[in-house]
């Protein structure tokens, strides 16, 4: 390649801008004064480097924003309930542990108690698992929908009672009055291993009518 460097006129007050321009062998010269004659220059190339200077009033500048459109969206609202908790399970386990399988999946039903503005938490097993170890425990979590709120909250334990002949049942009181509660349950065998939980039912609380 050859490198011819020509220097464009720059208006008064200015420097003289340079101009490299770069050239290939196969670039021809074209004469101007065959006007009218259109001449072919297959495969030339031509770079041209600006030293960075401003071309003069007169020259056109070009201005490139790379800035993203802005997006109007509303903000993303938290989903409930958050996800359960995870059980975690003993480290060590005796060897007959091994021959009787996970406690069950609990079954919640709730129900309203108007007079106590309080709610009762009752729950089963919709068939009896006799490869299951027997139950030591249940523990009881809530979960409290803010509506308000812009990230979820978390569940909760609020109880541990000890394994009775199902089905069972309890009543949860002083709740806030015109907020939204979800339940959960899960079984704790005698060796300290946790089942599923059960699925979670929900309610909201309404404060109820005094006389």
């Known amino acids: 390649h050859q490198v011819v460097y020509t220097t464009l006129p720059a208006p008064s007050g200015q420097n003289p801008v340079r101009t490299t321009v770069m050239q290939n062998s196969g670039l021809r010269q074209i004469n101007p004064q065959n006007s009218g004659v259109t001449v072919r220059v297959p495969q030339t190339t031509a770079y041209v480097v600006n030293s960075g200077l401003t071309l003069g009033s007169g020259t056109p500048q070009l201005t490139v924003h790379h800035r993203p459109p802005p997006v109007h969206s ?18 060590r386990l005796p060897p007959e542990a091994a021959n009787h399988s996970l406690p069950q999946k609990p079954h919640l039903k709730l129900a309203r108690v108007q007079s106590q503005n309080g709610i009762v938490l009752s729950w089963s097993v919709l068939e009896v698992d006799r490869s299951c ?38 009543t949860l009181t002083q709740f806030v009055s015109g907020s939204k509660y ?11 291993r946790f089942g599923l939980f059960c699925d979670p039912q929900s309610t909201d609380v309404i404060a109820s009518q005094s006389s």
């Open 74 to 91: 509303e903000p993303l609202r938290p989903v409930h309930p958050a996800p359960l908790p995870e059980a975690q399970q003993p480290s």
């Open 133 to 170: 170890a027997s139950v030591d425990s249940y523990h009881l979590y809530a979960y409290h929908e803010d509506p308000s709120a812009t990230v979820p909250s978390q569940w909760k334990k609020i109880g541990e009672v000890k394994a009775l002949p199902l089905p069972m049942a309890c």
């Open 182 to 192: 979800y339940f959960a349950v899960r079984a704790k065998d005698i060796y300290g």
